[in-house]
């Protein structure tokens, strides 16, 4: 049974830091890709981060870049959301989803648009809250 548990979520301060943790069990890692999504009140889901537990290809969000960065550790299972330089506006309920991965042969627009669309997701997290706020 897939099962994804989010944790080090909180109260910074702009400009700070927080890392973020999922920790997966009931699948096969290398088979599958690993996101994190975001919800602000009123807001969409939005697509942060993913990546390919297979060769650690990574994608991130425009609006993240060069400020957060996904990694996996597929030895103790966990997926990591290093995020610097926080903002107010990213603050949001973030979540880990999971999904098969897609093959090569998949067009890369396509990979991209299909890994950063909510609906596209089975399995989700429960969420962990970030605040930032001074």
């Known amino acids: 049974q897939v099962h994804l548990v989010e944790s080090g979520g909180g109260l910074v301060q702009p400009g700070g830091s927080l890392r973020l943790s999922c920790t997966a069990s009931g699948f096969a890692l290398d088979d599958y890709v690993i996101a994190w999504f975001r919800q602000a009140p009123g807001k969409e889901r939005e697509g942060v981060s993913c990546i390919e537990l297979s060769d650690d290809t990574t994608y991130v969000n425009k609006s993240t870049v060069g400020r957060f960065t996904i990694s996996g550790d597929k030895t103790n299972k966990r997926i990591y959301l290093q995020m610097d330089n926080l903002k107010p506006e990213d603050t949001a309920i973030y979540y880990c989803?999971?999904?098969?991965?897609?093959?090569?042969?998949?067009?890369?627009?396509?990979?991209?648009?299909?890994?950063?669309?909510?609906?596209?997701?089975?399995?989700w997290g429960q969420g962990t809250q970030v605040t930032v706020s001074s």
């Open positions: 989803a999971t999904m098969p991965a897609l093959p090569g042969s998949i067009p890369t627009a396509q990979v991209w648009k299909k890994y950063f669309d909510r609906h596209e997701y089975t399995y």
